[in-house]
């Protein structure tokens, strides 16, 4: 029996392994193109941060002066604030109004088809590309009496046309980052609030509940765990957000909307120093895995605790 049974076994390890080739046929190009569009700029930017690499395109080790350098930039301070208030405020009004939208258009609205076609109208933003989006707000902004804003201040009593970039630069951008990020975060907090059971509403009416109380002692706690993961992976997307920024202000007036990404950006492609560029990334990539790390976790634990 065991000899005739050895066989049987080996053809199935055979199979087995004949499968397994198959799955890394079918995953090879993924991960060649992970590897050559992701990983291997990442090894080289580590590599670059450490050297002066600069129009010239001369690599030469300099060891850790790129990041004294950084250190040392009377901007850092400034811009990393910018960075810590653009990624904070944006954050809080992000969850704040995906709830608000998520609450109204799946709870208090019980017609599904309208709360629907709410959520589509916010989608517009998230799926518009970014440079028409941002042409938009220009146009929106300028600063001459023919801009919209201006046609509207003008028209309420204002005597001149306003430079709104110039005046209310920080106001204008975490406006213009709002409206492309509350639409992914009202999708998830709606599909939540659906996943709650209905006996829990109906015996909080029961027990003479209002409507808010509900809200507040039902909704909200349920949907702590999904608070977290919109506000942590919103975080990571603004960390390296940069685009919109650079369209509309480009980090002005002087750098009084310049953020990390955006500086990084700044000093490789417009100052030509590559190396010192990819020190300012690296610092980024590191700032980023850490909260990888720590959404990971935070979502490790409050899985446990919800189970």
Known sequence: MNRS???????????????????????????????VLYILPAILTVIMAFTSLDSAFIWKFNGINNF?????DPNTPIIAWNTVKYVGITIFLTVVLDLFFAIM??????????????K????????????????????LLEATPN????????ALGGSEPLNWIAQYPFVIIIAATLLTS???GTTVFSSAVKSIPENQFRAARVDGAGEWEIVRNIILPNLRFHITFIALWETLGLLTNYVTIMLITNGGPGVQT??????????????????????????????????????????????????
Request: hydrophobic letters at 50%.
């Open 5 to 35: 049974s050895v066989p049987g076994r080996d053809t199935m390890k055979q199979n087995m392994r004949q499968k397994n080739m198959q799955a890394y046929l079918f995953l090879s190009p993924f991960l060649i193109f992970i590897t």
């Open 68 to 72: 004294r350098k950084i250190l040392m």
């Open 105 to 118: 258009t799946t709870y208090f609205i019980r017609d599904e088809r309208k709360g629907n076609i709410f």
């Open 120 to 139: 589509s109208i916010l989608m517009i933003p998230m799926i518009t590309p970014g440079v028409v989006y941002s042409v938009l707000w220009l146009w």
């Open 147 to 154: 801009g919209l804003a201006n046609k509207v201040y003008m």
């Open 182 to 184: 509350i639409a992914y």
């Open 258 to 307: 310049e953020v990390w990404a955006l500086s990084a950006y700044h000093k490789a492609f417009s100052d030509s120093q590559y190396g010192y560029g990819a020190a300012i990334s690296l610092v980024l990539i590191v700032v980023v895995m850490v909260l990888m790390l720590v959404i990971g976790a935070v979502m490790h634990h409050q899985e446990k605790s919800r189970s």
